[in-house]
């Protein structure tokens, strides 16, 4: 089940320290109010079915879930709008703060303009620390090369896969990452749709225990190459790239140069829609 931003619940709890009338609030509560009655409808449809097991529950999670995709990312539009109109005061500030991470690259890079007034605000340092991890995997640079173990112990490197010709997804991910194993059924479907067509996965786990890794992939029917240092945290992936979160990925082009970064839910598919055609 995915998870709206609830910026009016979270975020402007810290309103006060805007010396400006924050005119968008109401908006961004109704939006908020939208998501809860959502959530509500889930949690009433798990009372009858906690595992979600049946058919049915299945479909509405899907729906439910889908439902509050595109409220998130309506969210996320309101919290670019109010950046863009509010370059010359503090108003930005609390909304880039607790959005930061679904603004994504683009929407940080817009937020963090050093004219901005607000930019020196102290509330901004964890945004400008994440905005530089970005850097380090941003559109237009080329892949860095990782050189790991897969999962029967033999040493592989990325470039095996990526600049060969082919757009390749580099998963980031771990077994023990409960939004990972929520997206994964994602990126399967959309491997299985696409993978004919030249389509190609890299999963680069943040594990430390093989087996656990080695688990997952089979549960969750991941059938592309797979690497890991086994390291968790401290694998080489997370400085080459920049990673201080997961899931997170990147898409590569054929000429192994990162197109676009943390496709996840809807905008993977319609990226490779975009791509391959239907």
Same mark, same amino acid.
């Given at each position: 089940?995915?998870?709206?931003?609830?910026?009016?619940?979270?975020?402007?709890?810290?309103?006060?320290?805007?010396?400006?009338?924050?005119?968008?609030?109401?908006?961004?509560?109704?939006?908020?109010?939208?998501?809860?009655?959502?959530?509500?409808?889930?949690?009433?449809?798990?009372?009858?079915?906690?595992?979600?097991?049946?058919?049915?529950?299945?479909?509405?999670?899907?729906?439910?879930?889908?439902?509050?995709?595109?409220?998130?990312?309506?969210?996320?539009?309101?919290?670019?709008?109010?950046?863009?109109?509010?370059?010359?005061?503090?108003?930005?500030?609390?909304?880039?703060?607790?959005?930061?991470?679904?603004?994504?690259?683009?929407?940080?890079?817009?937020?963090?303009?050093?004219?901005?007034?607000?930019?020196?605000?102290?509330?901004?340092?964890?945004?400008?620390?994440?905005?530089?991890?970005?850097?380090?995997?941003?559109?237009?640079?080329?892949?860095?090369?990782?050189?790991?173990?897969?999962?029967?112990?033999?040493?592989?490197?990325?470039?095996?896969?990526?600049?060969? /010709? #082919?757009?390749?997804?580099? =998963?980031?991910?771990?077994?023990?990452? +409960?939004?990972? $194993?929520? %997206?994964?059924?994602?990126?399967?479907?959309?491997?299985?749709?696409?993978?004919?067509?030249?389509?190609?996965?890299?999963?680069?786990?943040?594990?430390?225990?093989?087996?656990?890794?080695?688990?997952?992939?089979?549960?969750?029917?991941?059938?592309?190459?797979?690497?890991?240092?086994?390291?968790?945290?401290?694998?080489?992936?997370?400085?080459?790239?920049?990673?201080?979160?997961?899931?997170?990925?990147?898409?590569?082009?054929?000429? /192994? #140069?990162?197109?676009?970064? =943390?496709?996840?839910?809807?905008?993977? +598919?319609?990226? $490779?829609? %975009?791509?391959?055609?239907?």
């Amino acid at each position: 089940m995915k998870r709206i931003l609830t910026i009016a619940l979270i975020a402007l709890t810290t309103l006060t320290a805007c010396a400006q009338e924050d005119v968008y609030k109401a908006e961004m509560e109704v939006l908020d109010a939208q998501g809860e009655a959502i959530l509500q409808q889930y949690r009433e449809l798990m009372k009858n079915d906690p595992k979600g097991e049946q058919p049915a529950t299945k479909a509405k999670v899907t729906m439910l879930s889908d439902m509050l995709d595109s409220l998130g990312q309506v969210q996320v539009q309101l919290v670019r709008r109010i950046i863009r109109e509010n370059k010359d005061n503090e108003i930005p500030v609390p909304y880039i703060k607790n959005a930061m991470y679904e603004l994504g690259y683009e929407g940080l890079k817009e937020a963090l303009d050093p004219k901005a007034v607000y930019y020196n605000n102290p509330e901004l340092a964890k945004a400008k620390a994440l905005f530089s991890h970005y850097d380090k995997r941003k559109p237009g640079t080329k892949f860095h090369e990782l050189t790991m173990l897969d999962m029967n112990g033999k040493e592989v490197r990325l470039s095996q896969w990526v600049g060969r /010709g #082919n757009y390749v997804l580099i =998963d980031f991910w771990a077994s023990w990452c +409960g939004p990972c $194993l929520r %997206e994964m059924p994602n990126v399967v479907a959309n491997y299985e749709k696409y993978h004919k067509k030249g389509f190609e996965v890299v999963g680069v786990s943040f594990d430390q225990k093989q087996d656990a890794w080695m688990a997952a992939v089979q549960q969750l029917g991941m059938r592309w190459p797979q690497m890991s240092d086994l390291l968790g945290w401290k694998s080489a992936a997370a400085e080459s790239y920049g990673i201080s979160s997961i899931p997170s990925s990147v898409l590569v082009d054929p000429q /192994g #140069n990162i197109l676009a970064l =943390d496709l996840r839910g809807r905008a993977l +598919g319609e990226k $490779l829609k %975009e791509i391959y055609g239907e």
